[in-house]
């Protein structure tokens, strides 16, 4: 299982980002990092609250089959030099769920990070450092989803002793702290351990810093979870 992100950054947009998260901590002072020219897609710029109220509504027409059609052309061309996406999102790497879909948004809307069993390791808090630093991108989403194959490799290699074959023990080894707990307890095992995968994540995601618990304590970023319904397509938002 492996795991890819949808970002291809410039050199200019590197160093940018190696300036910001140098400069973002000051002493106890939290410094901005802007961007230095107007954002490509001025309808992103968005307030935390403001960015999952859209994401949201995005969600309720995909639910709908009421899916927006876009000018992808003309997104293309306005994306070229940059973008502002104004969600960020870590999702699991199953094929049926597809947050650009889900949330039916453009090009250029979403900062997609995809991993089986959706969860932070360095690559995807430094992918989404750069979506916050740089980008200023004001909310982040871990979005599970029912029957999750990745979770459940890791309750069988848990229960069964046995790890499994080629690199996946080591995504055994990230579920395993939220897969442990469900296992000691009665209830629904596999239910439990995939919502509580997302709980950590979201905990992890907001306590990193220097760059992302900073924004979080400035109010600049919003991080949330969520769980994906493959039956009805919906996001259920974890509180």
Same mark, same amino acid.
């Given at each position: 299982?492996?795991?890819? !992100?949808?970002?291809?950054?410039?050199?200019?947009?590197?160093?940018?980002?190696?300036?910001?998260?140098?400069?973002?901590?000051?002493? /106890? /002072?939290?410094? *901005?990092? =802007?961007? !230095?020219?107007?954002?490509?897609?001025?309808? /992103?710029?968005?307030?935390?609250?403001?960015?999952? =109220?859209?994401?949201?509504?995005?969600? /309720?027409?995909?639910?709908?089959?009421?899916?927006?059609? #876009?000018?992808?052309?003309?997104?293309?061309?306005?994306?070229? $030099?940059?973008?502002?996406?104004?969600?960020?999102?870590?999702?699991?790497? #199953?094929?049926?769920?597809?947050?650009?879909?889900?949330?039916?948004?453009?090009?250029?809307?979403?900062?997609?990070?995809?991993?089986?069993?959706?969860?932070?390791? *360095? *690559?995807?808090?430094?992918?989404?450092?750069?979506?916050?630093?740089?980008?200023?991108?004001?909310?982040?989403?871990?979005?599970?989803?029912?029957?999750?194959?990745?979770? $459940?490799?890791?309750?069988?290699?848990?229960?069964?002793?046995?790890?499994?074959?080629?690199?996946?023990?080591?995504?055994?080894?990230? %579920?395993?702290?939220?897969?442990?707990?469900?296992?000691?307890?009665?209830? #629904?095992?596999?239910?439990?351990?995939?919502?509580?995968?997302?709980? *950590?994540?979201?905990? =992890?995601? =907001?306590? !990193?810093?220097?760059?992302?618990?900073?924004?979080?304590?400035?109010?600049? %970023?919003?991080?949330?979870?969520?769980?994906?319904?493959? #039956? !009805?397509?919906?996001?259920?938002?974890?509180?």
């Amino acid at each position: 299982m492996s795991y890819t !992100t949808n970002i291809a950054p410039s050199r200019r947009s590197l160093l940018r980002f190696a300036i910001s998260a140098a400069c973002l901590r000051l002493g /106890n /002072n939290f410094v *901005d990092a =802007k961007e !230095t020219s107007a954002p490509p897609k001025p309808g /992103n710029v968005l307030s935390p609250d403001a960015a999952l =109220k859209r994401l949201m509504e995005g969600n /309720n027409r995909y639910v709908q089959s009421a899916s927006r059609s #876009d000018n992808f052309k003309r997104e293309r061309q306005v994306l070229v $030099d940059g973008q502002n996406p104004y969600a960020a999102v870590l999702s699991c790497a #199953d094929s049926r769920v597809a947050p650009e879909l889900v949330f039916d948004s453009g090009l250029g809307d979403l900062f997609v990070c995809r991993l089986a069993g959706n969860f932070a390791n *360095d *690559d995807t808090l430094a992918s989404m450092e750069y979506a916050v630093s740089v980008l200023n991108t004001p909310l982040i989403l871990v979005l599970g989803h029912d029957h999750c194959g990745a979770i $459940d490799a890791t309750i069988k290699s848990l229960h069964e002793g046995r790890p499994p074959p080629g690199h996946i023990p080591s995504l055994v080894a990230a %579920l395993a702290p939220a897969v442990k707990e469900p296992l000691q307890q009665s209830g #629904d095992t596999f239910a439990d351990a995939i919502r509580q995968n997302v709980f *950590d994540n979201v905990t =992890k995601l =907001k306590s !990193t810093g220097p760059i992302l618990n900073a924004a979080v304590e400035r109010s600049r %970023l919003k991080v949330v979870g969520g769980l994906y319904r493959l #039956d !009805t397509g919906r996001v259920d938002l974890l509180g």
